[in-house]
């Protein structure tokens, strides 16, 4: 079990319990209303330029789910600044910071969206993307406009909070599908 991602890992625990006769279900079956909906979430919208990077940010994180690597990438004007790894979001979020701080990506701040979609094949009983209120604060450090989150797929924690600080920073948020011509097979 230790010998892979974070889904290989909790699948396998999620395996034990139930060969000792448990049956699970994730948190979001017994509480939809913690799923992210489709659509914008606050008062910004994405413009075109940030819905070809969403698109972008979906199609890469798909191609590279088979890895169990993440569940996250940044991607600003077509280019991708980062993938989540082991480091979780938040840390992911720090280190474009810093490397804009060093002038190492040197795009000016207000480009790049965080997208954050769940794995293909990823059991979901057990591990889903998540944003809350320290999401927000994260992107708006790392100098992005916006977090796209795939729609009933990812947990919102604390959504009125998100809301207040996403409009406080002028940063969309928004539930989307999957990347056109990119359906599961």
Request: proline letters at 4%; charged letters at 25%.
């Amino acid at each position: 079990m230790f010998r892979g991602g974070d889904d290989h890992l909790l699948s396998g625990v999620a395996s034990i319990f139930e060969e000792y006769g448990f049956h699970l279900i994730g948190a979001h079956e017994i509480a939809p209303e913690i799923l992210m909906p489709a659509g914008p979430l606050g008062r910004h919208r994405p413009s075109s330029r940030d819905q070809s990077d969403i698109e972008t940010g979906l199609a890469l994180l798909k191609s590279i789910s088979s890895f169990d690597i993440g569940q996250a990438a940044i991607v600003a004007d077509g280019r991708v600044l980062a993938v989540e790894a082991a480091e979780g979001t938040d840390h992911m979020l720090s280190r474009v910071a810093q490397l804009r701080q060093s002038g190492r990506i040197r795009d000016r701040t207000g480009r790049g969206v965080l997208v954050k979609a769940a794995k293909q094949g990823q059991d979901r009983r057990v591990d889903l993307p998540s944003i809350g209120p320290q999401t927000i604060e994260g992107v708006a450090r790392a100098g992005l406009v916006g977090i796209a989150v795939s729609a009933a797929s990812a947990v919102v924690a604390e959504p009125e909070q998100i809301i207040a600080a996403a409009d406080r920073e002028k940063l969309f948020v928004v539930g989307v599908g999957e990347p056109r011509g990119q359906n599961d097979a």
